[in-house]
């Protein structure tokens, strides 16, 4: 589920000139996650396939499908989270920078679980080929630190449909 399109999307969010286009292609990357969550939980790799533009599912209805076929209530709250912060800047266009505020809610959520340790070590994040991104690293910016909690995000998802 996790592959290599998935980790050159988040690297590149690295080059979105600002933080809206950042919330919102990181939006999409984890929705594309959510859909391949639902189709690896039913085995059909074709779940969204077929419905022409009669299907329309909203992010928060994915969101609700994937719990109902086994989603843990860590990735939905940590989803949720982030569709809030996505309608945020869909409905601005000022002041729409990524917040301390937003990045520190983040970061509770995706403590949570037995992850808290491995959240607030130095060396937290991603690193794809010369993009990095660390959530601790002194001097990361909001940008940064919000691209390491979608890998984190990213990760836990998978983590599940591999049984890990």
Partial sequence: MMNEITWS???GLHQTEDDIGLVLRGHLITE???EAYCCAAVDNENLFEGFGENLTMTYAAKIQLASNLGLNEHSVAELKRVNKIRNARSHQIDNAE???AEIDSLRAYI????QEDLV????FGIKVDDAEAYLN???ASNREKFIAILGAIIMRITKQVGGQ
């Fill in 120 to 123: 607030n070590t130095i060396g």
């Fill in 98 to 100: 990524i917040t301390d």
């Fill in 111 to 114: 403590s949570r679980g037995g």
């Fill in 32 to 34: 594309t996650m959510l």
């Fill in 9 to 11: 999307r988040l690297a």
């Fill in 137 to 139: 690293r002194p001097g």
